[in-house]
């Protein structure tokens, strides 16, 4: 095997950091107050918060922070666990307000960290789905996608209980090239920081594009 560059160690280790922050925080919290800002289902008997993402239902221990897959595993990729409880931990008062904005309008850094946004998510959503639209509304269906009004195609996914995604793809002609962009809902930010919403939107994106090879075989 090779050797763990600096980069990848010190991103490692501040995921790790971030992770066991925020068990330590969860432990602090009041697990029927998240569930009531995040969506999540909270089991008092077993003191252990389950809500949807991306189709499938999680589960976390309040106590540990551990968290545990739609079959039962224990969720080991600590991006992935991090971004979890993130959102129970960081959700305040959480209202689908209506109104959507693309990533660049999101308060807190959206435009900042727009050109790495669109290098990690826009584009292989391009790659994907811009020459094959229908391909994105059959792969979201594993996922309860519903079909949306923008585009030649769009869909919305609930990634989260609270945090409605709609991806627009456009085919493109002779004279446009084509085309996507992703659009949230503007309560997005009372959810998640912006480094999150990337992560969040990245893992959903390539979680889309699996699946689609998935459905085209």
Excluded at 5 to 21: D, I, V
Excluded at 57 to 63: A, I, L, S, T
Excluded at 166 to 173: F, N, R
Aim: proline share 4%; hydrophobic share 35%; net charge negative.
């Amino acid at each position: 095997m090779g050797k763990m560059n600096a980069n990848e160690g010190n991103m490692k280790g501040a995921y790790a950091k971030a992770c066991l922050m925020a068990c330590e925080q969860l432990y602090k919290m009041d697990p029927e107050e998240i569930a009531r800002c995040t969506g999540a289902d909270y089991d008092k008997q077993g003191h252990s918060l389950s809500f949807e993402y991306m189709g499938g239902v999680y589960r976390v221990d309040c106590g540990n922070g551990n968290v545990f897959s739609p079959e039962g595993d224990c969720v080991d990729d600590t991006v992935l666990k991090t971004l979890f409880l993130h959102y129970l931990t960081n959700g305040k008062s959480l209202l689908i307000k209506g109104r959507q904005v693309a990533f660049s309008e999101i308060p807190g850094g959206g435009a900042m960290y727009d050109n790495s946004y669109k290098k990690r998510v826009v584009l292989p959503l391009v790659k994907r789905f811009g020459g094959d639209p229908d391909a994105l509304l059959e792969a979201s269906r594993r996922f309860n996608g519903e079909k949306a009004c923008y585009g030649d195609l769009s869909v919305t996914i609930n990634v989260f209980p609270m945090v409605p995604v709609t991806y627009v793809v456009w085919k493109g002609d002779d004279e446009f090239s084509p085309s996507a962009t992703i659009l949230f809902d503007e309560s997005i930010s009372l959810s998640l920081p912006v480094e999150d919403i990337v992560i969040m939107t990245s893992f959903a994106t390539y979680t889309l594009i699996k699946e689609a090879g998935s459905v085209k075989g």
